[in-house]
């Protein structure tokens, strides 16, 4: 680490990594460059320029980028392929966002001739794994500070106290204990900690910010209707949008309705229970779309070998492994089943819910015709299916004999 020069932060322009950036000049005699990521996360980045200006860190080292767009193409989309929820709930909307925060923060630290990358994760959570494996990946020589796994600001008096120590500006919601921290990109908003940390209490109102409650939610329901090629969503209502703008219409019609909370406690990857409450309003409506337009163009094999292989895909994805080889083998086999997945689907979005109604598709696999209860006209022969039973009968009776 002593040969480190000049470090990449991961810079949200708030209190904690305000401190880091100075503490890595201050402490650590760094050159430090900031990188600030817009990704959709609901707020001006702009103003971490100026608080970047403040510290003294030149403009050419001050790195703001809307990556919206790239963050829904490239990662959203490719794992809402795979249907993809970790423990069967979570969506994934933080652990999806860290590979590609990771990703511009090495390619920052080429450009600019960094030794280092930085980040303000702490030493108890799933992100610093995220970072730092994503980061280690795509340059096995850069090196990793993790400045909550290595000082001694180890409550928040002590960190305003260092803040105030070398002019840095505290908010006035910055002191005291915060009752809870969040972390917010276009696909979601999640809050944990202190009123959050007993899972036997009720989530409280005020910590809900991107949804409405359900249940003052509109009395009439809406339907609206997700186009889809080749298993990634291209139009709403009939308009063409491009990933983003797509997410970010569906995040404003799934807040409207209160659509998309969840109330989780999760297995982290370092070895404890945590108890968050997450919202993820258009990727909820998304998903549930996905999975309704696979329903008519996915064949049953292909359909269950995939729903099989979603746990092990979105562990990958929480556990920090998108530049795996093995996330990137089980992508080519998702992306491989999403070639005649295209069509359209009708919702219902009504007080928290989001239901699929309707779905067509020029690739359809349903035959009404072998289906109906009516005469289907010989397309069905009902005959054969006594031959199927007693195949597949076949060693359960053999079984059964010699257990009598």
């Given at each position: 680490m002593s040969a480190i020069q000049k470090v990449v932060l991961a810079y949200s322009g708030g209190l904690d990594t305000s401190v880091i950036a100075k503490w890595l000049e201050v402490e650590r005699g760094l050159e430090v460059v900031t990188f600030t990521a817009d990704l959709g996360q609901g707020e001006e980045i702009e103003p971490a320029r100026e608080k970047a200006r403040a510290m003294g860190i030149p403009d050419k080292h001050i790195f703001i980028e809307d990556l919206r767009e790239e963050f829904v193409r490239d990662f959203v989309f490719p794992m809402m392929r795979a249907n993809a929820r970790y423990e069967g709930d979570y969506l994934l909307g933080t652990s999806i966002a860290r590979p590609l925060i990771s990703k511009r923060l090495v390619e920052i630290a080429h450009e600019t001739g960094a030794d280092a990358v930085a980040h303000g994760a702490t030493g108890k959570g799933n992100d610093?794994?995220?970072?730092?494996?994503?980061a280690y990946a795509l340059d096995p020589d850069i090196k990793v500070i993790a400045p909550w796994r290595e000082w001694d600001l180890t409550s928040r008096t002590a960190l305003i106290a260092w803040a105030e120590k070398h002019q840095i500006a505290v908010p006035k919601d910055k002191r005291g204990e915060s009752p809870f921290s969040t972390d917010a990109n276009l696909l979601h908003t999640s809050s944990e900690g202190k009123v959050l940390e007993d899972p036997w209490e009720e989530t409280p109102d005020y910590v809900y910010s991107r949804t409405?409650?359900?249940?003052d939610a509109p009395d009439t329901p809406e339907y609206i209707e997700i186009g889809f090629?080749?298993?990634?969503?291209v139009s709403l209502n009939g308009e063409v949008m491009s990933p983003a703008t797509l997410l970010a219409n569906l995040n404003e019609l799934g807040r409207k309705h209160g659509i998309g909370r969840l109330d989780l406690v999760e297995n982290r990857f370092v070895g404890m229970k945590s108890r968050g409450m997450y919202e993820t309003p258009g990727g909820e409506i998304y998903a549930r779309a996905h999975r309704g337009i696979e329903q008519l163009a996915l064949d049953r094999g292909a359909a269950h070998l995939k729903d099989e292989l979603m746990p092990r895909y979105a562990?990958?994805?929480?556990?920090?492994?998108?530049?795996?080889?093995?996330r990137e083998m089980l992508q080519a086999a998702i992306d491989l089943s999403q070639e005649k997945v295209a069509g359209t689907v009708r919702l219902k979005l009504y007080k928290g819910s989001a239901m699929v109604v309707g779905r067509k598709s020029p690739h359809s696999l349903y035959s009404e015709a072998h289906v109906t209860f009516e005469d289907d006209a010989g397309a069905y022969d009902q005959k054969d299916a006594e031959g199927f039973i007693k195949l597949n009968a076949l060693r359960l009776r053999l079984l059964?004999?010699?257990d009598m």
């Open positions: 610093q794994v995220r970072f730092e494996l994503s409405e409650h359900p249940e090629e080749k298993g990634d969503g562990e990958l994805i929480y556990n920090g492994l998108w530049f795996s080889p093995e059964a004999k010699r």
